[in-house]
């Protein structure tokens, strides 16, 4: 199953930073986000177009994640003048992911 199947992304970007807040459509697939929707898994797939760190926070009072993504190639939404570096054009490859 592909990420956007269970998930919605919220996302927003200032420069070379974009947050991506990742919320399940039904709070029950919260713990399955959590085992599996990794910073380190989001950095990988994402490596195309974020080029430093990527940062999980857990929010399980409200039941998502945000990831901070670092680094965004390009130069990030302010200079680029390629689409794809923008915080929503990320958020939507993100829910691209495949789960197990």
Do not use: N
């Not at 970007?13 to 039904?26: E, N, W």
């Not at 599996?36 to 760190?53: K, M, N, Q, S």
């Amino acid at each position: 199953m592909r990420l956007h199947e269970i998930a919605r992304c919220r996302a927003g970007d200032k420069g070379t930073v974009a947050t991506l807040t990742v919320v399940p459509r039904d709070d029950a697939d919260y713990p399955l986000l959590v085992a599996e929707l990794t910073a380190e898994r989001v950095r990988a797939f994402l490596d195309p177009w974020v080029g430093g760190a990527v940062t999980r926070h857990e929010l399980p009072l409200v039941a998502c994640l945000q990831f901070v993504c670092t680094g965004i190639r390009g130069g990030g939404v302010t200079v680029s003048t390629e689409l794809d570096t923008h915080g929503k054009s990320l958020g939507s490859r993100l829910l691209a992911l495949e789960l197990p």
